[in-house]
């Protein structure tokens, strides 16, 4: 019954490559967010959507595409590959859209060779 | 943008002392500063949080204090024991959930 789930937990792949990584969460939550941690592991906020609905959205180059097919599923997918691409994404979501706790899940370690 | 600046990086106490991570904020329009906790190949978990409106907040062996005035908040852990161990995050926001995070503090408990 995990609260926030992503996969797939590891995925090793080469450049220029596209890839998807799915998030689920069953907490009942509005919104739903995705960031990365770097190697350094500093964490920063890439998208973030209310009600299926785009919220935020940081500076990420375009090559990065989320998609909510639904308030309980966001989805990220990545074209073309890039090494710089390698990071741990983390899915999160939170009750409302302003000031709420976030809940992560546990992330999914991209590596690009 | 909001900048938010955590000390210090690393942090190595002996089991019961006491564990002290410190942050600055930039924005003073920040009015919400949670606190999480990373476990090795977990995602970060809130511990405890403090709005701008409160000074200070307690949750057991954890406390949080908030200076608006300075723009800084800290996290205390008191009775330190081996399971604190991790990497402790602070963050910033205003209106809406945007979150700055600190650099992180990696916290080791020696038993």
């Known amino acids: 019954d995990t609260a926030v789930s992503q996969t797939p937990k590891y995925l090793v792949t080469q450049m220029g490559n596209d890839k998807s990584i799915k998030c689920e969460q069953n907490l009942g939550h509005d919104t739903m967010y995705w960031y990365k941690q770097d190697s350094k592991k500093f964490l920063k906020i890439m998208f973030s959507y209310n009600n299926k609905e785009l919220i935020i959205n940081e500076t990420v180059p375009n090559r990065f595409s989320p998609k909510s097919p639904d308030k309980a599923h966001l989805n990220l997918h990545i074209n073309s590959l890039e090494l710089g691409d390698s990071a741990v994404y983390f899915c999160?979501?939170?009750?409302?859209?302003?000031?709420?706790?976030?809940?992560f899940g546990n992330g999914t370690r991209l590596t690009v060779t | 943008g909001e900048n938010v600046e955590q000390h210090p990086s690393t942090l190595s106490v002996q089991e019961g002392d006491s564990a002290v991570i410190k942050c600055t904020y930039s924005?003073?329009?920040?009015?919400?500063f949670p606190w999480y906790k990373q476990e090795l190949g977990k995602g970060p978990q809130l511990i405890i949080d403090i709005r701008s409106n409160v000074g200070e907040k307690k949750d057991q062996r954890i406390a949080v204090t908030l200076n608006k005035t300075a723009k800084h908040f800290s996290l205390h852990i008191t009775e330190t024991q081996p399971e604190d161990s991790a990497v402790y995050f602070c963050a910033a926001s205003k209106t809406g959930n945007k979150l700055t995070f600190g650099g992180g503090t990696r916290v080791l408990v020696k038993p």
């Open positions: 924005d003073s329009a920040s009015n919400y």
């Open positions: 999160a979501s939170s009750e409302g859209a302003y000031n709420s706790p976030l809940h």
